[in-house]
């Protein structure tokens, strides 16, 4: 053993006297009735200290439970569980969406550029906070790793701080980075973080992929998601030159480009030379790729998602989705119809930088049809949808069909486009409803 090795060694046994590691079980007993916990979003949640926490639902009682998008089970969302646990989603995932139907969570409505500011200036106030974290470095610090957005003001908001440390969660670089002193208690785990697998890619979103890659020119800054479409935009920009990143989540999609130097980042003007994000969703192979990989930064949602910053980057490009698009260009992205389907996030703060961005691009992308063959260009949005992109924000819409170009338009000429680009089945009768409704 050489002597930096038993130096190493030694240090961590120093740590573990200093931070006493303890039980999940122990750890959660801090929580007590009527408390307010935040959960770590995205594939960081974690997922230990949240199921000791729902094992202790006889002792407690009105728990409000917050948190952004969460991977993995969230088993405090149990109805049967309202007594004890209370959900407030700042974005409806999957694992919670039903409760908004059972009474037993609530929504709030918040930018994702603006959630941390929730936190600084007390306005949500927070009892205690689960994270997981990568373990410390020989100097005590530790890495938020695949999610920062809004933790670290949440961290700072906390009167307790509970973590799990687990050796899987990758060591990003950026702003996650705090020192072990910061945790008031800490859990020690060796479990996976969640992965999403890479989605296979149908025809349509080919078409709609090779639609978007043609409106990007060489040396954009790219903001994309995860899912079918980002992933089939990625795979067309194979001869684009010198693409920059400044997203507010990066997936798999974009590590094959940047190992083709496609993604350099040279000419962004927001921390060139680096891809920026707030968190990161994918697979082992993303999360091993960022691993202590100083390319890859990792900033709050604040500042990746400020408008006035994303606007810096020259020919910044923002690719959102949508649940549907009207004659108008209003974009409902969050519910369908009344039901909660997900959250406002991002995607107001990238579609206004790219809007404001000299040589930018805001697009929005969508299937014509849904599923089940529902039309997704509609003469009016459904009754209490809600609009989270205005008419006033959208540079394209683009389907299978092609690209309706809404900038500067005219609302005459704004249907006109988007009808073209509908589902050929459903032109006629949106234009008939549309007339019969006006």
Not at 20 to 45: F, H, L, N, T
Not at 157 to 162: L, R
């Amino acid at each position: 053993m050489s002597r930096v090795q038993f130096l190493l060694i030694l240090y961590f046994i120093n740590l573990r006297i200093m931070y006493k590691s303890i039980s999940a079980e122990q750890a959660v007993k801090i929580i007590k009735s009527g408390d307010r916990v935040y959960i770590q979003g995205g594939a960081a949640a974690p997922w230990t200290l949240i199921k000791a926490m729902t094992n202790r639902a006889p002792e407690l009682r009105n728990v409000e439970v917050c948190h952004l998008h969460t991977e993995g089970k969230a088993p405090y969302a149990d109805p049967v569980l309202k007594d004890s646990f209370m959900v407030n989603s700042f974005f409806v995932g999957s694992n919670v969406r039903h409760t908004l139907e059972a009474g037993n969570g609530s929504y709030t409505p918040v930018f994702l550029s603006e959630l941390p500011i929730l936190f600084k200036r007390n306005i949500i106030d927070i009892d205690v906070i689960l994270i997981q974290v990568s373990p410390p470095d020989k100097h005590g610090y530790c890495s938020l790793g695949t999610t920062v957005m809004a933790s670290i003001a949440a961290i700072s908001n906390a009167t307790h701080v509970i973590a799990q440390i687990n050796p899987q969660m990758p060591r990003t670089h950026g702003d996650g980075i705090i020192h072990i002193s910061e945790l008031n208690i800490f859990v020690e785990v060796d479990e996976p973080i969640h992965e999403i697998p890479i989605p296979e890619i149908t025809e349509v979103e080919h078409k709609i992929g090779g639609f978007i890659a043609e409106l990007i020119d060489d040396r954009s800054t790219l903001q994309m998601g995860i899912g079918k479409i980002p992933n089939a935009v990625l795979q067309r920009l194979g001869n684009h030159k010198d693409l920059g990143l400044h997203s507010e989540m990066i997936s798999d999609g974009a590590i094959d480009l940047i190992l083709k130097d496609v993604i350099t980042g040279n000419y962004k003007k927001v921390n060139p030379g680096r891809a920026m994000a707030t968190f990161l969703l994918g697979t082992r192979k993303l999360y091993d790729y960022v691993d202590d990989n100083p390319f890859i930064e990792m900033r709050t949602s604040d500042f990746v998602n400020d408008a006035a910053i994303i606007r810096q980057n020259p020919k910044m490009v923002a690719i959102n989705s949508a649940v549907e698009v009207d004659l108008s260009g209003q974009v409902c992205a969050d519910s369908i119809g009344t039901k909660l389907y997900s959250g406002v996030g991002g995607q107001v703060d990238f579609i206004r930088g790219a809007s404001l961005s000299e040589g930018g691009k805001a697009i929005i992308a969508l299937p014509s049809t849904t599923k089940k063959g529902l039309n997704r260009i509609v003469p009016f949005l459904k009754r209490g949808a809600g609009v989270v992109t205005t008419r006033a924000n959208v540079h394209y819409v683009v389907t299978e069909y092609g690209v309706a170009n809404l900038y500067g338009k005219t609302l005459q000429q704004r249907k006109k486009s988007l009808i073209e680009i509908a589902h050929p089945n459903f032109r006629e009768k949106i234009d008939r409803e549309y007339y019969e409704q006006i």
